[in-house]
Each structure stands twice: as C-alpha cells, then as structure tokens.
C-alpha cells in the first residue's frame, strides 16, 4: 500500500482521460408513499473515489442499492460503463451491473471456509453451479483468487479460515472477493462502520491505492467525515433524500457538512 491521498498522477489521468464508470441520472425512489430518494444525479469516473456522507436514512444506501440492483429505482436512469441499464436487455442489465462490485458493512464470509474459498466465490458467475463447491472450483480461479488476495495484501492467509481472521483482514478479503468478480468499480456501503480508526484506514488506503493504481471507480458510503477528507476525491452529501452537495473534497465546506448531521 504505498501510494498516499490525492495523488498528482492520478488527477492528472482524471483530466485527460475523464471515462464515466456510473453515471446515477435523477433517480427517485419511495417506499409505502414515502419518497426517499428525490432526483438524485451523481458520477463516478474510472481512476475516483466517491464518498457519500449523510445522517442516518438520508438515501445512501438506497442510491447504491439502486446501482447494484437490490432494488429498482422508480424513475430516472442509471448507466453503468456505459450501458443504460432501461435500455439494456437483462442480460446485459446484468452484466454491467456485474462490474459494480459491492462490499457491505457486514461482511458475509463463509466462516469455516478459507480466504481462498472466499474469494473464489467472486467469480462464480462466470461459472456452471456445480462448479461451485471448493473441489471443483479449478486451478485457473484459485489462481486468479490468489492474485486478488495478493491485491489486498493476504496472500500469506489465503489458506487460513475466514473466522480465523480480524475484522480488517476479513473486509480485505472481502473486497478480494469483489475483485474477483472482475468489476470496473466498488460499491462500498459502510465498508469501515465495524472497525477499529487503524483496520478502517487501511481498508480506505487499499480502496483508494485500487482507484488510483488500477483505474477502479470507488463509490463509498461512510459515516465518517475524516475518512472522506483523507481518501476521496469526491464528496456528495445527502440530506432527507436529496442532493445537498457534491464537490472536490478539497472544497468540503465544514458548515455544510454540519448542517447534514443536524
Ligand atoms: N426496503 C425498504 N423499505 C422501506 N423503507 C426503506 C427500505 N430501504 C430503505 N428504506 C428507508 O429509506 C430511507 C433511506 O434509507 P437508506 O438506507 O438509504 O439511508 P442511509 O442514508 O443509507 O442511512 P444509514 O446511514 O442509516 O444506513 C430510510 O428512512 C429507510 O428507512
């Protein structure tokens, strides 16, 4: 993990080469009647990292719920490496929601299987189902599992059970097994609400090494302000469903943050 925030190079890339990995187009969703999301637009850009800040139920998660496909927005549109998911037939619909990989606050490893295991399980949509039980997985995937573990910086655990691990370790595998999947960007909703300060910068510096050193768009739900400042390139803020702000962390300004949070 050797790069550090807000690299010259990397926003130097983002200038020349601005590629739009999601782009999120005034969507709205309600629930029983209740509009919690109202007209909500951002982008990700191959190379970014995107915080999203916001008090509890102010429609972070529902607009990363919407990317990924847990639910449907009502109206608006989304467009995924470049597919437009209400024109995308469902195949490709759910190929390019495909290269949006999640990772949640709660983990869901398979305890007693290993980080290996794990990671495997990342690309199993690109398997037969009776490939995936750990015999047959097949030397070509563990391969690739191996080298997403190295990604993260756990290859010296790979064989080691997922229970075995601590928290921080177990988020990195977690995002292995995202990046097993081959995406294009991360979705992280709360990926460091469960961990120690040290384990959760260590997971925002490997998300922001990925964004920085491999070109992955990285959209973070956080519930922590200074993790944003750190690592973003990016700040959208939410309130009661709707867009508050959506600027360069470096113009983050402290009364605006505040007023999310009152
Ligand atoms: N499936 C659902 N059914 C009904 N209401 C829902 C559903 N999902 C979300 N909501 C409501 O939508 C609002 C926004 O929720 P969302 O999870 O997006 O908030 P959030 O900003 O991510 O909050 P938190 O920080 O607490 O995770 C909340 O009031 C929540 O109760």
């Not at 187009?25 to 916001?54: N, P, T």
């Not at 260590?202 to 973070?220: C, H, T």
Request: aromatic content about 4%.
């Amino acid at each position: 993990m050797s790069i550090t925030a807000h690299s010259p190079s990397a926003h130097a890339a983002r200038i020349t080469e601005p590629e739009v990995l999601l782009d999120v187009q005034a969507i709205s969703k309600s629930f029983g009647g209740r509009v919690v999301l109202s007209d909500m637009s951002m982008r990700v850009h191959a190379g970014e990292v995107v915080a999203f800040l916001g008090a509890n139920g102010s429609g972070k998660s529902t607009t990363l719920r919407a990317v990924n496909g847990i639910i449907e927005a009502d109206s608006g549109d989304i467009e995924i490496a470049g597919v437009r998911l209400t024109e995308a037939s469902a195949a490709r619909r759910a190929e390019a929601r495909r290269s949006a990989a999640t990772v949640f606050q709660k983990i869901h490893l398979v305890p007693r299987r290993t980080a290996l295991q794990n990671v495997c399980a990342g690309g199993f949509s690109r398997l037969p189902a009776w490939r995936s039980i750990p015999p047959l997985f097949g030397a070509e995937l563990k391969e690739e599992a191996m080298a997403c573990l190295e990604r993260v910086g756990l290859a010296d655990r790979a064989h080691d059970r997922a229970d075995s691990l601590s928290g921080g370790q177990q988020q990195r595998v977690a995002i292995a097994r995202a990046l097993c999947q081959r995406p294009r960007m991360i979705l992280a909703d709360e990926p460091v609400s469960a961990l120690d300060p040290r384990a959760a910068d260590d997971v925002m510096r490997l998300l922001r090494q990925l964004a920085v050193e491999e070109g992955l768009g990285v959209a973070a739900v956080l519930h922590q302000p200074h993790l944003a400042r750190a690592y973003a390139d990016r700040v959208i803020g939410l309130r009661d469903g709707h867009l508050v702000f959506d600027c360069p962390v470096a113009e983050l300004d402290d009364t605006e943050l505040a007023a999310l949070y009152l």
